[in-house]
Protein backbone atom coordinates (compact mmCIF):
# COMPACT_ATOMS: atom_id res chain seq x y z
CA UNK A 1 0.00 0.00 0.00
CA UNK A 2 3.20 2.27 0.34
CA UNK A 3 3.82 2.11 -3.32
CA UNK A 4 0.27 2.99 -4.28
CA UNK A 5 0.07 6.03 -1.98
CA UNK A 6 3.84 7.34 -2.47
CA UNK A 7 3.32 6.79 -6.22
CA UNK A 8 -0.13 9.06 -6.07
CA UNK A 9 1.85 11.40 -4.17
CA UNK A 10 4.66 11.74 -6.60
CA UNK A 11 2.21 11.87 -9.73
CA UNK A 12 0.19 14.71 -7.94
CA UNK A 13 3.38 16.58 -7.38
CA UNK A 14 4.83 16.24 -10.82
CA UNK A 15 1.49 17.17 -12.42
CA UNK A 16 1.33 19.61 -10.50
CA UNK A 17 4.80 21.43 -11.07
CA UNK A 18 4.28 20.57 -14.74
CA UNK A 19 1.24 22.70 -14.06
CA UNK A 20 3.42 25.77 -12.85
CA UNK A 21 5.99 25.32 -15.65
CA UNK A 22 2.88 25.34 -18.31
CA UNK A 23 1.49 28.40 -17.21
CA UNK A 24 5.01 29.92 -16.39
CA UNK A 25 6.04 29.62 -20.22
CA UNK A 26 2.60 30.79 -20.83
CA UNK A 27 1.86 27.73 -22.93
CA UNK A 28 -2.01 28.05 -22.55
CA UNK A 29 -1.84 31.32 -25.10
CA UNK A 30 -1.38 28.74 -28.24
CA UNK A 31 -3.23 26.97 -29.88
CA UNK A 32 -0.17 25.10 -31.14
CA UNK A 33 1.02 24.38 -27.74
CA UNK A 34 -2.30 24.18 -25.51
CA UNK A 35 -2.86 20.02 -26.51
CA UNK A 36 1.04 19.62 -24.67
CA UNK A 37 0.04 20.05 -21.29
CA UNK A 38 -2.75 16.90 -21.29
CA UNK A 39 0.31 15.10 -23.77
CA UNK A 40 3.01 15.59 -21.19
CA UNK A 41 0.59 15.08 -18.15
CA UNK A 42 -0.37 11.37 -19.69
CA UNK A 43 3.28 10.78 -19.87
CA UNK A 44 3.99 11.55 -16.24
CA UNK A 45 1.22 9.61 -15.25
CA UNK A 46 2.15 6.15 -16.94
CA UNK A 47 5.84 6.67 -16.44
CA UNK A 48 4.80 6.64 -12.62
CA UNK A 49 2.16 3.52 -13.27
CA UNK A 50 5.14 1.36 -14.86
CA UNK A 51 7.39 2.41 -11.83
CA UNK A 52 4.62 1.59 -8.77
CA UNK A 53 3.15 -1.42 -10.96
CA UNK A 54 6.65 -3.33 -11.24
CA UNK A 55 6.95 -2.65 -7.34
CA UNK A 56 3.57 -3.79 -6.75
CA UNK A 57 4.26 -6.93 -9.01
CA UNK A 58 7.24 -7.75 -6.94
CA UNK A 59 4.80 -7.46 -3.74
CA UNK A 60 3.01 -10.38 -5.66
CA UNK A 61 0.11 -8.55 -6.80
CA UNK A 62 -1.46 -10.15 -10.06
CA UNK A 63 -3.90 -8.40 -12.71
CA UNK A 64 -6.50 -7.03 -10.58
CA UNK A 65 -4.46 -6.13 -7.70
CA UNK A 66 -1.97 -4.49 -10.05
CA UNK A 67 -5.64 -2.43 -11.45
CA UNK A 68 -6.69 -1.53 -8.31
CA UNK A 69 -3.14 -0.12 -7.19
CA UNK A 70 -3.06 1.75 -10.30
CA UNK A 71 -6.53 3.17 -9.71
CA UNK A 72 -5.75 3.94 -6.19
CA UNK A 73 -2.27 5.43 -7.21
CA UNK A 74 -4.75 7.85 -9.97
CA UNK A 75 -6.89 8.44 -7.47
CA UNK A 76 -4.62 9.77 -4.70
CA UNK A 77 -2.77 11.58 -8.00
CA UNK A 78 -6.13 13.19 -9.21
CA UNK A 79 -6.71 14.23 -5.82
CA UNK A 80 -3.77 16.50 -5.39
CA UNK A 81 -4.17 17.65 -9.12
CA UNK A 82 -7.48 19.07 -8.19
CA UNK A 83 -6.52 21.01 -5.46
CA UNK A 84 -3.33 22.28 -7.09
CA UNK A 85 -5.20 23.17 -10.20
CA UNK A 86 -8.04 24.95 -8.45
CA UNK A 87 -5.45 26.80 -6.17
CA UNK A 88 -3.22 27.73 -9.49
CA UNK A 89 -6.02 28.89 -11.63
CA UNK A 90 -7.34 30.99 -8.25
CA UNK A 91 -4.32 32.37 -6.61
CA UNK A 92 -1.22 32.57 -8.77
CA UNK A 93 -2.36 32.55 -12.12
CA UNK A 94 -5.83 34.48 -12.18
CA UNK A 95 -5.90 35.50 -15.44
CA UNK A 96 -4.98 32.28 -17.31
CA UNK A 97 -8.45 31.23 -18.32
CA UNK A 98 -9.01 34.20 -19.99
CA UNK A 99 -6.07 34.42 -21.71
CA UNK A 100 -6.55 30.97 -22.74
CA UNK A 101 -10.06 32.00 -23.91
CA UNK A 102 -8.21 34.80 -26.34
CA UNK A 103 -5.64 31.87 -27.81
CA UNK A 104 -8.87 29.94 -28.95
CA UNK A 105 -10.95 32.53 -30.21
CA UNK A 106 -7.63 33.61 -32.22
CA UNK A 107 -7.41 30.23 -33.80
CA UNK A 108 -11.03 30.71 -34.39
CA UNK A 109 -10.55 33.63 -36.22
CA UNK A 110 -7.53 32.00 -38.16
CA UNK A 111 -9.26 29.02 -39.18
CA UNK A 112 -11.38 31.90 -40.94
CA UNK A 113 -14.79 31.52 -38.44
CA UNK A 114 -17.57 33.75 -38.52
CA UNK A 115 -17.92 36.17 -35.21
CA UNK A 116 -21.21 34.92 -34.60
CA UNK A 117 -20.16 30.98 -34.84
CA UNK A 118 -17.07 31.99 -32.43
CA UNK A 119 -19.07 33.85 -29.97
CA UNK A 120 -21.67 30.95 -30.23
CA UNK A 121 -18.98 28.78 -29.19
CA UNK A 122 -17.48 30.51 -26.51
CA UNK A 123 -20.60 30.69 -24.94
CA UNK A 124 -21.53 26.93 -25.18
CA UNK A 125 -17.81 26.27 -23.96
CA UNK A 126 -18.31 29.36 -20.81
CA UNK A 127 -19.67 26.72 -17.90
CA UNK A 128 -16.20 24.46 -18.31
CA UNK A 129 -14.21 27.45 -18.31
CA UNK A 130 -14.00 28.23 -14.69
CA UNK A 131 -11.36 26.94 -12.39
CA UNK A 132 -13.18 24.64 -10.48
CA UNK A 133 -14.57 22.98 -13.72
CA UNK A 134 -10.77 22.09 -15.07
CA UNK A 135 -9.45 21.06 -11.67
CA UNK A 136 -12.63 18.75 -11.74
CA UNK A 137 -11.56 17.73 -15.64
CA UNK A 138 -8.32 17.23 -14.90
CA UNK A 139 -8.99 14.78 -11.48
CA UNK A 140 -11.46 12.81 -13.91
CA UNK A 141 -9.22 12.59 -16.74
CA UNK A 142 -6.15 11.39 -14.27
CA UNK A 143 -8.65 9.04 -12.52
CA UNK A 144 -9.90 7.40 -16.33
CA UNK A 145 -6.07 7.42 -17.43
CA UNK A 146 -5.33 5.64 -14.48
CA UNK A 147 -7.54 2.95 -14.85
CA UNK A 148 -7.07 2.47 -18.94
CA UNK A 149 -3.29 2.53 -18.39
CA UNK A 150 -3.26 0.25 -15.15
CA UNK A 151 -5.67 -2.28 -17.38
CA UNK A 152 -3.21 -2.49 -19.93
CA UNK A 153 0.09 -1.59 -17.87
CA UNK A 154 -1.13 -4.89 -15.97
CA UNK A 155 -1.16 -7.37 -18.64
CA UNK A 156 2.64 -6.85 -18.97
CA UNK A 157 3.31 -6.42 -15.37
CA UNK A 158 2.20 -8.64 -12.70
CA UNK A 159 3.46 -11.24 -10.25
CA UNK A 160 4.35 -14.42 -12.41
CA UNK A 161 3.80 -16.97 -9.10
CA UNK A 162 1.27 -19.24 -9.35
CA UNK A 163 -1.59 -18.33 -6.91
CA UNK A 164 -1.18 -20.88 -4.01
CA UNK A 165 -5.19 -22.01 -3.18
CA UNK A 166 -5.53 -22.66 0.08
CA UNK A 167 -6.01 -26.38 1.25
CA UNK A 168 -8.73 -27.99 0.97
CA UNK A 169 -9.66 -30.42 4.29
CA UNK A 170 -10.02 -34.48 3.77
Given amino acids: MKTVIRGGILLGILVSIWTFIYGAAAMHK ?13 VIELVVLVWALRRTAAEGRRYMGQVSAGTLL ?13 LYVTQF ?19 GWDEAKIQQTMA ?39 KLSPAVPA
Fill in 74 to 86: AFVGGCLILATSY
Fill in 30 to 42: SASTAMLFPLVAT
Fill in 93 to 111: HPTMMAEANEATIAAFRSQ
Fill in 124 to 162: AQAPYQTAIAQAVVGFLATVITGVVLSAILAIFIRSKAP
